[in-house]
């Protein structure tokens, strides 16, 4: 990097940005999937509330099931954005978060479709629909698990190997210009050599950087699950 810094070792802050995104976006996922199920088997898959016409009492949103299925679904896009965002600030060549995020929602809608359908609640004489719908779902979350699976596993791979350029290196070409220690005083007092190369960080630094940021996107995601369980019993 142009600032002598190495973004491949272990970084806090970012890592910590990862574990309260992942964990966000978890709460948010288990919201909507909760809801979900509730409104599946409660209203029979869909339901409605309010404006000019009358509506099957059994067919009414509950205020609950609205506010996880549409925070859910608002808070869901955002913090998956910064945890993207954060992720990338954590490494430079990590990728495959977003097609992980996309394999998590429609594999866990997907689910309840599947399992609903399979064995559908007691007001429901038949649920085909839903198997259908669930197996679609599932081949949506194949593609983004197969993309993510790539993109996350060569970032574990090259963590190993040799540090990968960054578009933030500084140029190859350079003026020689001799480089003339400041002193006190001096605006440039402090600054290092610019011709110096930038320290770098050891394969064993890169590889327990890499294996570190997995298991904390893991482990905030088992709290938010956790989380989401717990929001989603309090409110419906």
């Keep these: 990097m142009a600032d002598g810094t190495d973004r491949q070792g272990v970084r806090p802050v970012p890592l910590a940005a ?5 964990a966000g976006f978890a709460v948010a996922l288990t919201c909507v999937y909760r809801a979900m199920r509730d409104v599946m088997i409660e209203n029979g898959g869909y339901c409605a509330s309010g404006g000019p016409y009358q509506i099957n009492p059994d067919q009414v949103c509950g205020d609950g099931q609205t506010a996880l299925l549409i925070g859910g679904v608002v808070a869901g896009l955002v913090v998956a954005f910064f ?8 490494a ?4 495959g978060v977003g097609p992980l995020l ?4 429609f594999g866990a809608l997907g689910f309840n479709f ?5 064995d559908p609640p007691e ?16 081949f949506m979350a194949l593609g983004g698990l197969v993309v993510a699976g790539i993109g996350i ?6 963590a190993g190997g040799e540090k990968p350029p960054s578009m933030f290196e500084a140029p190859l070409v350079r003026a020689k210009v001799p480089f003339v220690r400041s002193t006190l005083g001096d605006p440039a007092y402090g600054s290092a050599d610019p ?39 309090s409110v419906l």
């Design 123 to 138: 007001n429901m004489d038949g649920a085909v629909g839903w198997i259908v719908c669930g197996v679609l779902f599932w």
């Design 114 to 118: 599947l399992q609903l359908g399979i």
């Design 195 to 233: 011709s110096a190369p930038a320290e770098e960080t050891s394969a064993p630094q890169r590889v327990l950087a890499a294996w570190l940021w997995l298991a904390v996107l893991v482990v905030g995601s088992a709290i938010g699950v956790v989380i989401g369980m717990m929001v989603a019993d």
């Design 83 to 90: 945890l993207v965002v954060a992720s990338g600030w954590y």
């Design 92 to 95: 430079d060549d990590v990728s």
């Design 102 to 105: 996309w394999a998590a929602l």
């Design 153 to 158: 596993g060569g970032y574990l791979v090259r």
């Design 18 to 22: 990862v574990l309260v995104t992942a």
